[in-house]
C-alpha cells in the first residue's frame, strides 16, 4: 500500500499528459481512459527504481498499449450512428458531462481526428509522439520494432497525409475557406439570411443514399431558399462540423467523436457555394483524400 501511495501522486500529476496523449492516439476519450488505467496498473507492477524520468517512461507505456489497441480494432470505424447525433459522453473523472469530450475534440481538431484515424497504427504513433509531444525518434523506434531513420520516415509519410496536397493554388484554397468559414458559422447559428449570403440562388445540394436516409433529407434539393430553410434545423449537428480538405479542396467533415460521419464536397464559383454533395457511404468515405487546413 505504501508503495501504491507512493506512486499515485507522480501519476496524477502526469494524468493530463497522458491521457493527451493516449486520446490522439486512439481519438477516443473513454478508450484513452482505459489506455491510462492500464498504464496506471502496469506501473504498479513495475519495478521503476532505476526510472529517471517518470514521465517518459509513462508516455512510452501509454503509447504502447494504444498501439496495441488500435492494431486490435475489427474496424477503423464505430457501428453507424444513424438518423441522430448522439451527444458525445464522457464517463470518467469528478464531474464529467457530456460536453467534454466535445470540447477536447474541438481544441484537438475534429478534422485531425479524422485524417489520424487515416493513418497506420505505426505512422500515427510516430506523428503523435515525434510531433505533437516531441518525443525523440530514438524512444519511439523500439515501439514500432524499427530503427530511428525508419521511423522517422512513417513519421514524415504521415506527416504530408496530414497537411494534405491542395490541388488549387493557395489564394484560391483561402478564398474557399473564407465562404467554407462563413457557411459553417451560419449553419451553427440557424442564420437564414447568412447561409443565403454565401448560396449561389440556384445551388443544387445532392445526398448519397445514406446521408438522405440518416437526416440529409432528399437526395436532391435546389435552390438557396428552399435548402436553407432546412439547413437552419441542423445548427445543432454543425458544432461537429470543420473544415478540411478533401480530395485537394476546401470541404466540411462532420465527425462526432472525431469519428467521421459526413463529408461534404462544395463547388464555389464567384464566392458563392454552387453546389454541395453530401457523403455519408462508407465505403465512399474511406476513398476521399484528407487533410487538415492550418490557419
Not at 491521457?19 to 478508450?31: N, P
Not at 509531444?133 to 531513420?149: C, G, H, M, Q, R
Amino acid at each position: 500500500m505504501d508503495e501504491t501511495n507512493r506512486l499515485a501522486e507522480p501519476f496524477e500529476e502526469n494524468r493530463t499528459h497522458l491521457r493527451g496523449v493516449a486520446y490522439r492516439m486512439l481519438g477516443s476519450l473513454t478508450e484513452a481512459e482505459d489506455a491510462v488505467q492500464e498504464a496506471w496498473i502496469r506501473l504498479n507492477r513495475a519495478d521503476t527504481t532505476d526510472v529517471q524520468n517518470l514521465r517518459g517512461w509513462l508516455t512510452t507505456v501509454v503509447a504502447r498499449v494504444c498501439l496495441d489497441m488500435l492494431r486490435s480494432r475489427k474496424s477503423r470505424r464505430e457501428e453507424p450512428i444513424g438518423e441522430h447525433i448522439p451527444e458525445p459522453v464522457a464517463r470518467s473523472g469528478v464531474g464529467a458531462n457530456p460536453e467534454h469530450e466535445a470540447m477536447l475534440a474541438d481544441s484537438v481538431g475534429l478534422a485531425l481526428l479524422v485524417v489520424l484515424e487515416t493513418l497506420s497504427p505505426a505512422e500515427r504513433l510516430a506523428f503523435v509522439l515525434h510531433d505533437m509531444f516531441a518525443v525523440p525518434f530514438e524512444d519511439i523506434a523500439p515501439l514500432v520494432n524499427k530503427s530511428a531513420d525508419a521511423t522517422r520516415q512513417l513519421a514524415s509519410r504521415a506527416r504530408r497525409r496530414v497537411r494534405g496536397a491542395p490541388s488549387l493554388p493557395v489564394p484560391e484554397v483561402t478564398r474557399q475557406r473564407e465562404v467554407v468559414d462563413a457557411f459553417l458559422a451560419a449553419l451553427r447559428g440557424g442564420d437564414f439570411e447568412g447561409l443565403l449570403a454565401v448560396l449561389d440562388p440556384d445551388v443544387v445540394v445532392r445526398a448519397d443514399a445514406v446521408a438522405a436516409a440518416g437526416g440529409a433529407g432528399a437526395r436532391e434539393v435546389r435552390g438557396a431558399e428552399v435548402w436553407a430553410r432546412q439547413a437552419v434545423g441542423y445548427s445543432r449537428g454543425a458544432r461537429f462540423a470543420q473544415p478540411a480538405l478533401i480530395n485537394g479542396e476546401v470541404g466540411i467533415v462532420l465527425a462526432p467523436k472525431g469519428r467521421l460521419f459526413r463529408a461534404l464536397t462544395m463547388t464555389i464559383a464567384n464566392g458563392k457555394i454552387a453546389s454541395i454533395e453530401v457523403i455519408g457511404e462508407p465505403q465512399r468515405l474511406d476513398a476521399l483524400e484528407l487533410g487538415v487546413l492550418t490557419d
